[in-house]
């Protein structure tokens, strides 16, 4: 992380230099992205329509930071200027000092529609808007504004402190200038971002964790090897930190039948369709890691 944004990787000239970052939605996500920004040294307000849900997602912070310095992984002034460049709020209007917002809220069309129009309506003319979601492409998004060029997915993963992808998904009316500012952005963030030219459903890591999944589920289902043991061969063959099941488990799978119902429903392809297993443990209440139970059963 550094300790100020560095413009000097920023792209040059006709694009205002980043100062101020809004965050929309404090849950799982916009409070470790706000976290991110602030740690990067932007000026950054983490925006949400509960209080509660914002001192929450403060507290949640506090915590973090206190175990890294506690560890002696985040010097601690750099952890209270982070905190001190950090602001919460629920009104929405902190929008008009923002260069760049990203919207983290609860994945529904008409609550992100929502946002970005009045985002449209608050931001300055400048300001990019993007989107975190996982599922929506920024197309979707980007009509509800007039200024559908400034619009693009910026899709962080969880946990956003830690991860390093940042895939950037350009929709058919996003300017170069948008991707290029976007990009430098992420990468100041401390990220390593990736382009993907055109939306897909699932851009790149959920496709390629997707086809994973089909398989590792059609083998179990098969009787041909133990969720256990799919698993262990993840790990101890192909060196994944951890086995589709595991990860299944600690993403929810709950998300993980939304996400396919989602894609499904966008492409139509039978290769698509939701998983029954997963559906079936999903209606048992065994959501994975969260739940106690998933494919594995965590009171173990
Ligand atoms: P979450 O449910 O933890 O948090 C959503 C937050 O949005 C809540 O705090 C809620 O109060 C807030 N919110 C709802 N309506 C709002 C509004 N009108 N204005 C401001 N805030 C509002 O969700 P999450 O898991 O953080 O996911 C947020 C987004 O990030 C989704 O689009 C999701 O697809 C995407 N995403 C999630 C993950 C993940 O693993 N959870 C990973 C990558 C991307």
């Known amino acids: 992380m550094t300790s100020s944004p560095s413009t000097a990787s920023l792209p040059a000239a006709d694009v205002p230099p980043i100062t101020c970052i809004l965050v929309v939605g404090a849950g799982t996500m916009g409070r470790q992205i706000a976290m991110t920004a602030a740690l990067a040294g932007y000026?950054?307000?983490?925006?949400?329509?509960?209080?509660?849900?914002?001192?929450?997602?403060?507290?949640?912070?506090?915590?973090?930071?206190?175990?890294?310095?506690?560890?002696?992984?985040?010097?601690?002034?750099?952890?209270?200027?982070?905190h001190g460049r950090l602001s919460y709020t629920t009104d929405l209007s902190t929008a008009e000092t923002a260069d760049v917002i990203i919207e983290a809220a609860?994945?529904?069309?008409?609550v992100k529609q929502e946002i970005f129009r009045s985002l449209d309506r608050i931001a300055p003319p400048h300001a990019i808007l993007a989107s975190n979601s996982s599922t929506l492409g920024s197309s979707k998004v980007a009509e509800v504004t007039g200024r559908p060029?400034?619009?693009?997915?910026?899709?962080?993963?969880?946990?956003?402190?830690?991860?390093?992808?940042?895939?950037?998904?350009?929709?058919?009316?996003?300017?170069s200038k948008t991707v290029d500012t976007v990009m430098a952005l992420a990468r100041s963030l401390g990220k390593e971002p990736v382009l993907i030219?055109?939306?897909?459903p699932g851009f790149i890591a959920n496709r390629l964790m997707g086809a994973l999944?089909?398989?590792?589920?059609?083998?179990?289902?098969?009787?041909?090897?133990?969720?256990?043991?799919?698993?262990?061969?993840a790990r101890t063959a192909l060196g994944h930190p951890m086995g589709p099941f595991e990860l299944m488990d600690m993403v929810g799978l709950d998300v993980i039948d939304f996400i396919a119902q989602a894609t499904f429903a966008e492409t139509g392809d039978p290769a698509d369709m939701p998983d029954p297993t997963v559906a079936s443990l999903v209606a048992l209440g065994r959501t994975g890691r969260k739940s106690g139970a998933g494919f594995?059963?965590?009171a173990e």
């Open 43 to 82: 000026r950054t307000i983490l925006q949400d329509i509960s209080a509660d849900g914002l001192k929450h997602a403060e507290a949640d912070l506090r915590t973090w930071s206190e175990g890294r310095t506690g560890k002696g992984k985040l010097p601690e002034a750099e952890a209270a200027a982070a």
């Open 213 to 233: 999944q089909r398989e590792a589920l059609a083998l179990a289902a098969a009787g041909i090897a133990t969720h256990r043991d799919i698993d262990t061969t």
């Open 106 to 110: 609860t994945e529904r069309l008409d």
């Open 197 to 200: 030219n055109q939306e897909i």
């Open 149 to 175: 060029s400034q619009v693009c997915n910026m899709h962080f993963f969880n946990p956003a402190l830690v991860m390093k992808c940042v895939e950037v998904v350009r929709h058919e009316q996003t300017s």
């Open 296 to 298: 594995y059963d965590y």
